[in-house]
């Protein structure tokens, strides 16, 4: 291997190992099944690659050839199988189509399959015909990427945005295959423009790989965190609502049980929470609940759980840790902060003023025998109740003093 050829597939194992780490880093952040699959097929198909360029044998001239080849041959059809099989659960509904559902189902069992013919036949004549498995290999190869591009332009034919990228990336898979086979078929003095273009498309394609698969996880991240199925959590306040909200109130019970405590639950009912729906924009409640919960969290702390029952309805759990440190200096600072006026943006940038209308209703119990639901429903009726004692106060107020 000529020096220059040298630096060429060096490049490309660089570019490789960049994207392999920030496959690594998808997964160790994200922390899902999808970023574990794109890290596993950027390792199996990213070797194919590093092994088929010829720099394994460079680096360490004593390989076994046995070994060797069965990596050769073997990991591509492996990847096809897996660049078939991601597909499909990438194109969703559109993998039902009677020509592109078949294609990936028995298209990835057909890989596997050559996958282990190639692994066989590379194990008994790696020795003696080496170059006729090695071109088998390439047919087999040839048949991922068609295999792979048909899928791609069927599905992008049928409206599916992300097939597009696909279908590109299943270009440069094309020319990848194409030059790295060339280049293990025909050893010898190659022309280095052609081994600079494999290089470049082997690395384009892992990177538009690993940029859809990115961008498939966090499309999917963002449905779940709108449709509040990741974690049980609003998705505009990020508070724990539903089934999560009484599992962290059950949970604070208990501690404040295990202190033979008290607990107190305050319901804080925001009457006109829609108020200005009609003229700064439907949605603006989102960016007031928003405001509202963070109001709560500066004069409640992190350690009290805080949650919402239904949009207008916030709850607040004073603990065992909160009572004996003045519960209702924290009551207090609580409809201070809640009651100040709120600046918000609507429509056309309009800056509009919302004064929170609340009513509070709080309840203490012993924890030890108190159920979380039944604790709230009663808080927020007192709440409710509060919040009609307001209105007949203000009717009173308002009415005309009749004349004696």
């Known amino acids: 291997m000529k020096t220059l050829e040298f630096a060429v597939w060096s490049v490309m194992l660089g570019g490789l190992l960049t994207i ?7 997964v160790a952040f994200s922390r899902n099944i999808a970023s574990l699959r794109g890290l596993v097929f950027t390792a199996v198909t990213g070797s194919s690659s590093v092994v088929l360029s010829g720099l394994p044998e460079y680096f360490f001239p004593g390989l076994p050839a046995v070994p060797v080849l069965i990596l050769k041959t073997s990991l591509g059809p492996l990847g096809g199988a897996m660049v078939l099989t991601y597909l499909g659960q990438w194109l969703g509904v559109t993998a039902e189509d009677r020509w592109v559902h078949p294609t990936i189902v028995w298209g990835s069992v057909g890989l596997v399959l050559m996958a282990v013919l190639l692994t066989v036949l590379s194990s008994l004549f790696a020795e003696t ?6 071109l088998l290999a390439a047919v087999f190869n040839t048949i991922a990427v068609l295999l792979a591009t048909f899928t791609s332009v069927r599905a992008t034919l049928l409206g599916d945005a992300m097939a597009r990228s696909m279908a590109v990336a299943c270009l440069f898979l ?24 494999t290089a470049f498309s082997t690395v384009m394609f892992f990177l538009v790989m690993v940029g859809i698969g990115m961008r498939h996880n966090r499309e999917l991240r963002r449905l779940e965190h709108l449709a509040g199925l990741s974690s049980g959590r609003d998705p505009a306040t990020g508070l724990p609502q539903g089934s999560v909200l009484l599992a962290k109130v059950d949970d604070a019970f208990w501690r404040s049980a295990r202190l033979n405590t008290s607990c107190t639950v305050i319901c804080l009912h925001l009457r006109n929470l829609y108020d200005l729906g009609d003229t700064a924009g439907h949605g603006i409640e989102q960016h007031i609940q928003s405001a509202m919960t963070a109001r709560i969290r500066r004069a409640v702390g992190f350690r009290c759980v805080v949650g919402l029952y239904h949009p207008r ?5 004073l603990s065992a840790v909160k009572q004996g440190k003045g519960s209702h200096a924290i009551s207090e600072r609580l409809l201070s902060l809640m009651s100040k006026p709120l600046p918000v943006e609507g429509l056309n940038d309009e800056l509009h003023i919302f004064v929170p209308q609340f009513s509070v209703g709080s309840v203490t119990v012993h924890a030890s025998n108190a159920v979380p639901v039944q604790v709230i429903d009663e808080a927020e009726q007192r709440a409710l109740a509060r919040e009609r004692e307001q209105k007949a106060d203000a009717f009173t107020a308002e009415a005309p003093v009749s004349p004696v």
């Open 313 to 317: 309805c916030f709850v607040v759990v």
């Open 174 to 197: 094309t020319m990848s295959m194409a030059g790295l086979f060339s280049h293990q078929l025909n050893p010898g003095p190659h022309d280095l423009p052609l081994e600079a273009l």
């Open 20 to 26: 392999g780490t920030l496959a690594v880093l998808d």
């Open 129 to 134: 015909q080496s170059a006729e498995i090695l």
